[in-house]
């Protein structure tokens, strides 16, 4: 296993890269720790997978290096990179069993007879796949040919590091719970560094300790879960986590106060002034219905279970608010309250600090 370094990193898919847009991936530096569980999270197009391609050597970079430790591997090919990859439709021998499938990548490395065998039996418990073990992998169903997938990326215990690309893609919703568990139990269990792609922010924020976001070919936050949702760092993040996503709303900012279409909102501490497009972005869980406060127009109460939304406008732009499940919602309220402590401040789709904590 190893410490996994991008230095400096850059990649444009044309020869002669002019203006932001020829650049799929913009210079980004990033360090993930021997072992760790990191997920790539964003949607279509942001780079993700010219990322991944990077890193298991399908694909040089424009600019930057790639090192496993202390060892530069940014020119050198996949096979000499000593990692595993899980892909987002099965690679499996279908001719062979499901056990001959996951010791495979053992036998190839030359490793005894009962290592193989006991590695085997403890990836197949993981996976769930002991009763199979003796069937071909032909006829088996898409779910259980990439359960074999995964097995077969987990199977080695001296890889650099793991990539998984969607792997969950084919799975079925249901399984997908139950796979993502045991993912991340497998992770607990044999410490490998694991790099997970996925557009899903469920998958991401439930498999990896540190969820890196990307936007446009760029890293716009790296961070815990927990970080992401407490303190996203662009409006990217802010909207794209959580289920609904974050509100932003124009707004202006005079020392502690932001006001919006004219009505004053306490801010937790001062901010200085600052050009740009100023943005006031608070999670919907921290709104509350109110007597007093921002003008809210409601359009629909969803339930969704655990919790209600209530979906509508603040100054003629969407916004939503999470209420918990037994709390009343007041017949006719037109007004609401925000959480001064859980409302960020962005300026051009950056947050920015409050005064005392920016110097
Ligand atoms: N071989 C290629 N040649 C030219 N442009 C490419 C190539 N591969 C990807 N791109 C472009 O690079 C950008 C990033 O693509 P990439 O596949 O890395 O994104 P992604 O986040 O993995 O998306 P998806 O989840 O759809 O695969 C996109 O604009 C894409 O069109």
Known sequence: MARITLDN?????SPAPKGDADWA?????????????????????????????????????????????DRDVTTLPTADRNIAQVFQFPVVYDTM?????????????????????????????????????DRRARGLTADAKQKISLGRGMVRQDVNAILFDEPL???????????RTQLKALHREFGHTMIYVTHDQTEALTFADEVVVMSEGRVVQAGTPQSLFDAPAHTFVGYF?????????????????????GTAIPLAAPYAPSAGRVQ???????????????????VRVEDVGHHRILRG????????????????IPAGFDRIALDP???????????????????
């Not at 893609?169 to 796979?179: A, F, G, R, S, Y």
């Not at 509350?288 to 409601?298: D, K, N, S, V």
């Open 9 to 13: 990193l850059a990649h444009s898919y």
């Open 169 to 179: 893609t084919v799975i079925d919703p249901q399984m997908k719970w139950e796979l």
């Open 280 to 298: 006031i972005g608070i999670r919907p869980d921290a709104v509350r219905p109110a007597t007093e406060g921002l003008p809210f127009h409601l």
């Open 25 to 69: 991936l913009k210079p980004m530096s990033l360090t993930w720790r021997d072992g760790g569980a990191y997920a790539l999270l964003g949607s279509s197009g942001c780079g993700k997978t010219t990322l991944l391609n990077i890193i298991s050597g399908l694909l040089h970079p424009s600019r930057g290096q790639v090192l496993f430790g």
């Open 313 to 328: 406008e603040v100054a003629g732009t969407p916004f939503n608010v999470v209420v918990p499940e037994g709390e009343p």
């Open 241 to 261: 986590i959580g289920s609904p996503g974050m509100n932003l709303l124009d707004a202006q900012i005079a020392g502690a106060t932001a006001f919006v279409d």
């Open 97 to 133: 069993t499901v056990r001959q499938n996951l010791a495979f990548p053992l036998k190839n490395r030359g490793l005894p007879a009962d290592r193989i065998a006991a590695r085997v039996a403890s990836v197949a418990r993981m996976i769930g796949m002991e009763d199979r073990l």
């Open 341 to 359: 402590a859980r409302i960020g401040v962005f300026v051009d789709d950056w947050r920015i600090e409050p005064r005392e904590r920016a110097a």
